[in-house]
């Protein structure tokens, strides 16, 4: 009555049944979390409506010509890792125009890139550290109707590598 095939199928039914039960037992803890883990309280993803968007204001530190000329293109190099999904170095053109020379360089003229209106109305002023620090901050406030997503760099420092950065590659 109880040959190996008999012993084997047993022995897989049951295996079976124990893989359901842990894998469901995942699902389960993926789906309906109580909190405790990894991440716990944190949501998977936010919106940003804007409405959290407020103007920048000036502080007490330095102003930025001394912190751009302390500042680390090799900081700059790493911070332009959040650029890189959308603009290139290599004079081609991405999601957002190519940055290589972007410093000094007029507003919207990278060659074959369909600049917003906002951007074109500012074509006849450069990008000048400053003004690049500026529109960093908060792209949508410095040129509101720009096609620019990405919300900005709210980190002083991490703004001025990122500019020394681009300016090495003039």
């Known amino acids: 009555m109880f040959d190996t095939m ?10 079976g049944s124990l893989l359901v039960f842990l894998l469901g037992g995942w699902a389960a803890d993926a789906l309906y979390s109580t909190g405790g883990g990894h991440g716990a309280g944190q ?3 936010v919106i940003d409506t804007g409405a959290d968007d407020a103007p920048a204001t000036a502080d007490d530190g330095p102003d930025f010509a001394t912190l751009f000329a ?4 090799g900081a700059g190099e790493k911070a332009f890792a959040k650029c890189r999904a ?5 004079g081609s053109n991405g999601t957002g125009p190519y ?6 360089r007029p507003k919207a003229a990278a060659e074959g890139f369909a600049y917003s209106d906002a951007l074109r109305a500012m074509a006849d002023t450069a990008w000048t550290p400053e003004n690049l620090n500026a529109f960093l901050i908060n792209p949508r406030a410095y040129a509101p109707g720009n096609k620019m ?8 420092d991490e703004r001025v ?3 020394s950065y681009l300016a090495t590659l003039n």
């Not at 008999?6 to 295996?15: D, I, N, R, S, Y």
């Not at 302390?70 to 293109?73: E, I, N, W």
């Not at 959308?86 to 290599?90: G, P, R, W």
Request: hydrophobic share 45%; charged share 15%.
């Open 161 to 163: 590598n990122l500019i």
């Open 149 to 156: 997503s990405f919300a900005g760099l709210p980190r002083t």
């Open 43 to 45: 949501q998977a993803y």
């Open 86 to 90: 959308c603009h290139k170095l290599d």
């Open 6 to 15: 008999t012993v084997t199928k047993a022995g897989g039914a049951l295996c």
């Open 99 to 104: 940055l290589n020379g972007v410093v000094d």
């Open 70 to 73: 302390a500042a680390d293109a």
